[in-house]
């Protein structure tokens, strides 16, 4: 243990510093108390204190003062020595701070005794720091596992309450789109017969009423197809909040990822030969089982290939599309990486890509329900997907599943949570 | 002898486009906006092929289905929904339906050729009893 001892007297100080050493301890030796202060204020770690009380400039009480109103971490034991033997010196050396007080001359027997009870004091408030350290620690994990927490559930709650919603104004819009739709369809069969009349008429028509016929022979295939094109794009929309809005039970099985790479790629195939993309299957042989379904899992792939194609594509005669899939596993999970070298996504937009309905593609084009559809899907699995930047440009986006039980093969489950 | 359809679904608008719809292409069309409705035309006058939808207050489309099933069973409803559970869709095909087809029906196609298929099949039929008849001494 490293001990201070501070006294003026050299020779007491030379005595002292022998026994300390004898006993084991490491002095570390001062004559006055403004060096003992320093010392004490640069080495944290020295935890016990011989000091004279009286001493010139910096007496032996200024100085446990001092070190008592600093804010001194770790702890320090001090034994002040004086030759002043009166009760109340020793109340004002307890009260200025001294844990100890011991009368000159000094017997080193006694001085051995008291170091070492004071030796087994700082030993138990060193351990009484270390487990307030661990327990401010514990506590800080448990407000940061909280808050976590927390903020899944209000994830979890948001979605639940817009899975709901979704459901409602995905059927409230269903019945006025089905009959615009119907019409319009119907319309567009009518028109041949409609035109065939009008043209007929026209020619029995002054000049100057025909214009007006004409116009309309030319612009109601156009406002009918316009009728065509917006119900076209909000049954999209219907359709991604019906898969949204997820009621299904679900059935969860053992399933191969590898395969369900295969099946997505064929899905795809068209669009990504179109691209003359480059795939590349590093796809783990040993990989086990995922628990889940693979009919959802493939809409995920799917969702993501077309994403990354999408990507890729904005950057056509620049570099050559490549797309990278992996498959890995640890002992609890099952790992997959889809991996581009498209345009890639801007980091603050990162956090937004989730959102539904957040696209940054033209109108019509997207209607920015994939990504977090898929994420509704991955959370049904209770897996987790990511997305970041690939190092070389492009995305990558990580899918972790739980890995498949192996004995239990056949287990449903509410899909909806 | 041009069919007789039945159409059923609680939204008027839709009731209306599918009834023009089936008019034009010549189809005698009758309309009904619950299943109960429905039971009240299927039991005074015969129909040759009934559209329905499954959300319907009093008596709904499965419920339809299943009256049917007991007492029209040569019928193959056409049902038209705008969610199917996987549920719903079992019983669908349980209780003898032809189809069923999302709204918003964004192609009329495919419910024509549901129309075309039941067509054929009770044309096929009727030849079948024809003959029947025609064997008889
Ligand atoms: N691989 C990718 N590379 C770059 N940006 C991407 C990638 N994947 C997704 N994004 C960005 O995230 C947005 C949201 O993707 P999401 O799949 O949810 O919707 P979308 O593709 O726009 O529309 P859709 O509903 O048709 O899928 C995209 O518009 C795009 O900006
Ligand atoms: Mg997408």
């Known amino acids: 243990m490293k001990v201070l001892v501070a006294e003026d007297d050299r020779v007491s100080l030379k005595v002292l510093e022998r026994f300390l050493e004898k006993w084991g301890h490491q002095p570390l030796t001062c004559e006055n108390g403004l060096d003992a202060w320093n010392l004490v204020s640069e080495q944290k770690d020295i935890e016990m204190g011989l000091v004279d009380w009286m001493m010139p400039g910096l007496d032996g009480l200024e100085l446990v003062r001092r070190i008592r109103s600093s804010e001194r971490s770790t702890p320090f034991h001090v034994i002040l020595i004086t030759a002043k033997s009166e009760k109340k010196d020793m109340l004002t050396a307890f009260e200025a701070g001294a844990d100890d007080f011991l009368v000159k001359p000094v017997d080193p027997m006694e001085l051995n005794s008291r170091i070492k009870v004071g030796s087994r004091l700082v030993e138990s408030q060193k351990q009484l720091y270390l487990k307030n350290v661990a327990l401010t620690k514990a506590v800080t994990e448990m407000e940061d596992l909280a808050e976590q927490r927390a903020r899944m559930l209000l994830h979890a709650d948001r979605l639940a309450s817009l899975g709901v919603l979704t459901a409602g104004i995905a059927h409230e819009i269903n019945n006025p789109t089905t009959f615009i739709s119907g019409n319009a369809q119907t319309l567009e069969r009518c028109w041949p017969l409609v035109e065939r009349t009008l043209k007929s008429k026209a020619e029995s028509t002054p000049e100057r009423d025909r214009r007006k016929i004409d116009l309309v022979l030319t612009e109601i295939p156009k406002m009918l197809s316009g009728i065509r094109n917006g119900v076209e794009r909000i049954s999209a929309i219907i359709n991604g909040l019906k898969t949204y809005s997820r009621k299904d039970r679900e059935h969860f099985e053992p399933v191969d990822l590898n395969q369900c790479v295969h099946r997505a790629l064929i899905l795809c195939g068209n669009r990504l030969n179109h691209l003359e993309a480059e795939v590349v299957l590093e796809l783990d042989t040993d990989l086990p089982n995922t628990r889940g379904n693979a009919q959802k899992l493939e809409q995920v792939l799917v969702n993501l290939i077309v994403n990354a194609a999408d990507a890729m594509e904005e950057l056509t ?92 093969t056949d287990d449903r489950e509410a899909g909806a949570s | 002898m041009s069919l007789i359809l039945l159409i059923v679904d609680d939204e008027e608008m839709i009731r209306d486009m599918l009834s023009r719809h089936f008019s034009l292409l010549d189809y005698d069309v009758m309309t009904a906006a619950n299943g109960r409705e429905a039971v009240r035309i299927l039991e005074t006058q015969r129909i040759d092929v009934v559209i329905t939808d499954v959300m319907m207050p009093d008596m709904n489309g499965i419920e339809l289905l299943r009256y049917i099933k007991e007492h029209n069973p040569t019928l193959r409803p056409i049902v038209i929904t705008g969610y199917v559970t996987l549920d719903n869709a079992l019983s669908c095909l349980r209780l003898g339906a032809e189809t069923f087809i999302f709204k918003p029906l964004q192609d009329l196609a495919e419910l024509e050729n549901a129309v075309n298929r039941i067509e054929e099949r009770l044309k096929n039929w009727q030849r079948k009893l024809r003959e029947l008849r025609g064997m008889k001494p």
Do not use: Y
């Not at chain 1, 801007?346 to 890509?353: F, Q």
């Open chain 1, 317 to 408: 005669g620049r570099v050559r599309p490549r797309l990278v899939f992996r498959t890995s596993f640890d002992p609890m999970h099952t790992e997959l990486t889809v991996t581009d070298n498209g345009v890639g996504i801007p980091p603050e937009k990162l956090p937004d890509i989730w959102n539904p309905f957040f696209t940054s593609k033209d109108v019509g084009k997207g209607t920015g329900l994939g990504l977090s559809i898929s994420q509704g899907i991955i959370e049904d699995h209770k897996g987790t997907i990511t997305a970041e930047n690939a190092a070389k440009g492009g995305t990558r986006f990580t899918i972790r599943l739980p890995k498949a039980v192996p004995d239990s």
